[in-house]
C-alpha cells in the first residue's frame, strides 16, 4: 500500500535552516509528483508547491519563492523539503503529498512534520 | 487566488444522522476541480472525494459530493463513530491551489 513516512518534529533557531524528509513506498516514486503543503498556527492549510520525480523540475507557489527548496533522492524514495534562514513565522506543520497525474489534488499524504522556530 | 469558505465551522450530529457540508468559492472553480479530504487528529489527511463528486478510492459509498461551478457539498448519510473529524475543500482548477478552513464534525 502507499505510504508516505515524515521525519519527525523539529525544533530550530531563527536564522538556522531545517531539511523535512518524505519516504515514499508501496508505488513507482517517479511515477507521481510529491507535493508540500503547510498549516501554520491557526491558518488554513497551504499548497507550497510541487516538484516533478521525473524531470526534476520544482514549481514554488509565489508566497514560497528564495527560502524553501523541494528535492528528492529516488534511489532511496524520499522526497525533500529544505527552508533556509528560518523565521518565527515558518512554525508550522508541514505535509508531503503524491499529487495525482496531471492533476492537482494528492491522494495519499504524510503525516506531517511539526516545525517549530524559536530562540 | 480563490477562496474557500466552508461552513458551518463546527457540525455536531449524532451517529446515525446525516451531515452536509458546504464550500463555497470566490469564483467559479474550472472544470469542478474540487475535493474532499478528511483529517483526524495526528493523522494524514485522507482524500474521500476529487472533480466534486468521484469517491476516491475505497471510500465508502455514505459519502457523496456533489455541487458545480461555486458552489459545492459533502454529503455522509448514516455517520459512523469514525466519521467524526473535520473536512476540508481544496480547488484544484486554478493556481495556486487553495484549501478552505475546515469543518469540524463532531459528536452531539
Known amino acids: 500500500q502507499v505510504q508516505l513516512v515524515q521525519s519527525g518534529s523539529e525544533l530550530e533557531r531563527p536564522g538556522a535552516s531545517v531539511k523535512v524528509s518524505c519516504k515514499a513506498s508501496g508505488y513507482t516514486f517517479t511515477d507521481y509528483g510529491m507535493t508540500w503543503v503547510r498549516r501554520a498556527p491557526g491558518q488554513r492549510l497551504e499548497w507550497m508547491g510541487w516538484v516533478a520525480t521525473d524531470t526534476r523540475e520544482p514549481t514554488y507557489a509565489q508566497a514560497f519563492t528564495g527560502r524553501f527548496v523541494f528535492s528528492f533522492d529516488n534511489t532511496i524514495t524520499t522526497a525533500y523539503l529544505q527552508i533556509f534562514s528560518l523565521r518565527a513565522e515558518d512554525t508550522a506543520v508541514y505535509y508531503c503529498?503524491?499529487?495525482?497525474?496531471?492533476?492537482?489534488?494528492?491522494?495519499?499524504w504524510g503525516q506531517g512534520t511539526l516545525v517549530t522556530v524559536s530562540s | 487566488e480563490i477562496v474557500l469558505t466552508q461552513s458551518p465551522d463546527t457540525l455536531s450530529l449524532s451517529p446515525g444522522e446525516r451531515a452536509t457540508l458546504s464550500c463555497r468559492a470566490s469564483?467559479?472553480?474550472?472544470?469542478?476541480?474540487l475535493a474532499w479530504y478528511q483529517q483526524k487528529p495526528g493523522q494524514a489527511p485522507r482524500l474521500l472525494i476529487f472533480r466534486a463528486s468521484t469517491r476516491a478510492t475505497d471510500i465508502p459509498d455514505r459519502f457523496s459530493g456533489g455541487g458545480s461551478g461555486t458552489d459545492f457539498t459533502l454529503s455522509i448519510i448514516r455517520l459512523e463513530p469514525e466519521d467524526f473529524a473535520v473536512y476540508y475543500c481544496?480547488?484544484?482548477?486554478?493556481?495556486?491551489?487553495?484549501f478552505g478552513q475546515g469543518t469540524k464534525l463532531e459528536i452531539k
Open positions: 469564483q467559479s472553480v474550472s472544470s469542478n476541480y
Open positions: 481544496q480547488q484544484y482548477g486554478s493556481s495556486p491551489y487553495t
Open positions: 503529498a503524491r499529487k495525482v497525474r496531471g492533476l492537482y489534488y494528492f491522494d495519499y
